[in-house]
């Protein structure tokens, strides 16, 4: 097994903070997409990558500096939140496993009474919101309540995660189809047969979530034929300074020793993520 950890400078986005303008306005779409200009009072949910700020879009730094009530979660870069005017209101609704600030709908309710006042709101997300970001659940509420809200899409953690430690998703010939799934459901399930038969017909497969269900995700997989042989990688905190990536087989899934509390992991399964290495020779 390898590790690797990511240290690169930021310079261009501080670049990007000085140089992009801010524009007030409202929504630049509304909900429906068709181009109008939306009323003050409204909510944009705010894909902001798996961690390096440098993956946000111009469009959502954009939005960031004009708000006036940002909702936040717990793996939100402080450099993104940087970007919010001064004199904007931050409230943290950050998750962990069993720790909620704020419950869902106690989120919901809050951004829609911001949005009712008159409010620019953010709402703030790690990776994509609709990506196990439970973004269609708040888009869905704003809907409900009549309040404008449009989505801006953000680097989701396999993307980010996979690109930063050098691990294809995709290869000609070897993987022509992801699966991007949770270790465990809402109610507890865990990794159902389903998954089984795609990576035996050379699928990949990125499970989020799963850095506390290594073994038994191992294991389950094993005993519904997986082959052991199966590249396997574990991305702990990607796209930030902190990474590490630990690589080995299913038969040996890495075990990421103690970790930080709060500390994101993405698993990434199939043959696709090995195909891009290359035997060195030993004199080379």
Not at 157 to 169: D, F, K, M, R, S
């Amino acid at each position: 097994m390898s590790m690797r950890t990511l240290n690169r400078p930021r310079g261009l986005w501080q670049v990007l903070r000085e140089a992009l303008p801010t524009r007030h306005g409202g929504l630049r779409r509304c909900a429906g997409g068709d181009g109008r200009e939306a009323p003050e009072g409204h909510v944009h949910l705010i894909g902001c990558g798996p961690g390096d700020p440098e993956l946000l879009t111009l469009r959502a730094a954009r939005l960031i500096r004009e708000a006036q009530v940002v909702f936040y979660d717990r793996l939100i870069d402080p450099a993104v939140l940087a970007l919010t005017p001064r004199n904007a209101r931050r409230v943290y609704v950050g998750k962990r496993c069993g720790d909620h600030a704020v419950g869902q709908s106690g989120i919901e309710r809050q951004m829609i009474a911001a949005a009712r006042a008159g409010r620019r709101v953010v709402r703030l997300k790690g990776g994509d919101p609709f990506i196990f970001g439970r973004g269609g659940e708040e888009l869905r509420a704003c809907r409900s309540a009549g309040i404008a809200c449009a989505v801006v899409p953000g680097v989701t953690a396999a993307l980010g995660c996979a690109a930063e430690a050098a691990l294809p998703l995709t290869f000609r010939g070897v993987a022509r189809a992801v699966t991007f799934a949770t270790a465990q459901t809402d109610k507890g399930a865990e990794i159902d047969g389903a998954f089984a038969p795609m990576l035996s017909a050379g699928h990949t497969l990125a499970l989020y979530m799963g850095r506390r269900m290594l073994r038994e995700t191992a294991a389950r997989l094993l005993s519904q034929g997986v082959p052991c042989d199966l590249p396997v990688a574990v991305v702990l905190d990607g796209t930030t300074a902190r990474q590490r990536t630990l690589k080995g087989t299913l038969a040996q899934l890495p075990d990421t020793g103690p970790a930080p509390e709060g500390t994101a992991g993405l698993v990434l399964l199939g043959r696709s993520i090995a195909a891009a290495e290359i035997d060195v020779p030993a004199n080379a």
